[in-house]
C-alpha cells in the first residue's frame, strides 16, 4: 500500500519547453540554393510578401509553400482539449483566435479513440491536458441546412480575427473585425493572403469535424454537398465520382479565386467524408481509380486536365479529429524505412536505403531496415518494440516510408513462412505517423481492421498514400524520391504523384497538404476555459479514492505509460482484488510499450472473456510473442502459460499463421502436439485455406 500512496504522490505531468519561432522563409526543394528573387526579403516580409515570393516559384511547389508558411506563423497554446461530443468540439474551435490555435482531440469512449488521443499527448507533449463536456452554448442538433449553419459560424468565430489591422506577422490584429468567414478569407484575398485549397463535406457524415479545423487553420473555403448514397466499402459509380468533381470545380469557382490549372490560387482539395475511395468505371476487375486521383480532374473519369491535388479525411468524429489534428500540429522529424524489394532493378529504384540517407541529411532520426535486415523474421523481432520515438522533441511525428508486395490483407517481405505479413503483424506506434507504401491494394478497404491500410490507420498514421487497386511498380513515385520531395516541402499529396502522370490508383488518405517543417511557436501559459477539468488533478484524486481503473484512463490520456505501468504492477502484486478486468484492459498497452511483457501477459488473465477477445489485446498478445516465446525456451512454467495463452487467443483474421508461430515453437517438445494446434483449426477453414493449412502441417513435419 505505501508503494500506491508513494505512486500517487509523484504522478505528475511533464512541463513542455517552449521552442524558438524560425524565421518565415520560403523554403527550397531537395537542399539546393534559393535564387536571389526569393533570399532578398524572406524571414523579413509581411506574409504577403512572403507569398507574393511563393506565386514566383514552381506551381507544383506552390500549395505545399502556403501550406507551410501558414503553420509556421500560427501561435500554439502548449495545452490539448479532449472533448467527448459535438457540442464541446464546437465550443473549443471557436476559442481559436485567428492564428493563436491549440489541439483539440475528441474522446469517444472506444480503446482506438483512447489511444490516438495518447499518442497525439505523448508527442505534442503539452503543458497541460483538459476535458471539456458538455460546455458552450452550441447544440449539434437539427436538420441539414441547421447544422451547415452552426459549421459556418463556428468556422467564422475561429478565423475572424485573423482580419483586422495587421500586425508584425501581417496577420491579424488587436481589434478583429466580426464577420463572417467568406467575407474575413475574401479580405485576406485582397492582401494577397490565399489558403492553398477548398475543403468539402457532409455535416451529416461523421467526418465534419475534421473539416471544421482544416478549414479554419489553412483559411480554406469550406463547401457542403450530400454525400453519395453508398457504403465506403464499395467503389463509387462513374457518375458519383463525376458529381463530386462537378462539386469541387463549383466550390473553386465560388471562391473567386483562380483554380483551373496547377500553380493557382486554389490548388488544393480535402474531401472529409466516408464514401468510395474508389471508383469503379467499368465491368473489368482492374477498371478501378482512386477518388482522391479522380477528383481535381476535369472531363468524365478524370480524363482531362489536373487542376488540383486532393485528399480524403475519413472515419468517425474522434478519427477524423485525429488526422486533422496531427496534420496541424505535429512536424514531421524522425523517419522509419523498411525497404522489403531486392537490390536488382526495377525494385533498386524504390532503394530504401537512398530514402533513409536523404532523410538524415535533412536532420531526421532515422531507423532504417534494409538488405540483410529486412525479412519477415526480422519485421516480427523489431515489432516487439513501438514504432517512434516519444522522447524527442515536443510536436515529433514520424514518416513511415515500406516497400512491399502483397495484397489488401497481407504484406509480403523476404523469408518467413510464405514471406506473409498479416495485418496482425503491423507495430503500435508511440507518435503519430505519416505514411507512403509501395505496394498494391493496401487501401482497397481502408476503414476495415482485417487490411494492410485499415491497420495501420488504426495503429495511428494520420496521412496515407497507398493503392486502392493493382497500379504496377511504375506508378508508385520511387521511395528516395518520396523523401526529396517532401524535404523540399512539396505538400502530400502532390509528392506522392508524378506530376503529369494519367488518373491511376494512387490514392491519399488525410489531411493532402501535410508539410515537413514548423509547426507554429509554442506560447508560453495557456488559456482559461470555464469549466474545464485538469485530466492530471482528476487523475490524482481518482487515485486517492482507489478508483483506479478511471484513474489509469486518464493517466493513458496523459500519455503517461510509466505511471500507467507502476500502478498495474503495484496493484497486480499489492491489491490484486483493485485490478479488475477494466484495469487490465487500461494497462495492457502500457505495460508493452514500457517493455513489461510478463507482466502484460499476467495483466491478461486478468481481462474478462470478453476482453480477450478484443481486437487491441490480441494484437498486443501476438506482437508480444516472439519475445514472450524466447524468454519462456527454460522456464516451464512461463512456457506453460505462454503457450495457453496464444493458443486460446488465435486470431480469427490469420489463424494459419498465428498457430503456425505457436506450433513451431510447441514442436521441439512434440511433433504431433504442434500439428494439433494446427488441424484444430480444420473444421473453420475454407478449401483454399486447408490447402495453405496443409502447407503449414508439412513445415512442421519437416
Known sequence: MKRLIHLMSVLMLASSVACAQPDVVVPTPMGHDPDSSTSDSAGTGTLASVFAQINEQDPIRRAGLKASVLRQVQRVVPIVVIVEN????????ENWEGVVRFPVLWDDGTSRSREDIARFVRSFDPEHVIKLNGLGSWSWIGNRQEKQDIFEQVLSKAINQIAGKPNSTGIGGANPIEMGWEESLKDLADTGIVGPGIVITDVLDTAWPGALAVSAARLQPISFVTIPDSPMRLPLSSEDGDA???AAEHAAKRTGRSWDAIGDDIDMVTLAMNTGTMIKTGGSVRARLSTTDRVGRTESNGAGERWAWCGQIIGNESQSVYQAMCALFLEIDQGFVWDGYSNKPPWSAYDGTKAADALKEADLDVELYDQPRYTLEDWKYRMVRPVGNAEGKPGSSGLFLMNSKGMSNMFQLPGGNEGQGKPGDIPLFDIPMAMHIVHSFSLAKPAAR???????????????????????????????MIANRLIGKIAFATAVHYDNADVWKITVIGDPLVTFGSAGQRLDGGIKIAGAIDVDAESKQLL???SFANAMKNLVLLGNDSAVARLAIALMKEQPEDYTSSAAMMSIPSL?????????????DRLSPLGKVDDLMQDILWLSSPYLLARSADDPDLRTHVGAMLRANIRENQSIEDAETLAMFLRDQSVDQAVGVLEALRPTLNENQRK???????????
Not at 86 to 93: F, G, K, N, R
Not at 592 to 604: P, Q, S, V
Open 86 to 93: 459535438a457540442d464541446s468540439y464546437l465550443h473549443a474551435i
Open 244 to 246: 463530386l468533381e462537378r
Open 450 to 480: 482485417t487490411t494492410v491500410g485499415g491497420r495501420f490507420l488504426e495503429r495511428g498514421v494520420y496521412v496515407y498514400a497507398g493503392s486502392v487497386d493493382e497500379p504496377f511498380l511504375g506508378a508508385f513515385v520511387q521511395t528516395p
Open 544 to 546: 486517492k479514492d482507489q
Open 592 to 604: 508493452f510499450r514500457e517493455g513489461e511483457y510478463t507482466e502484460m501477459l499476467n495483466a491478461y
Open 692 to 702: 495453405r493449412l496443409d502447407k503449414a502441417i508439412a513445415r512442421i513435419r519437416k
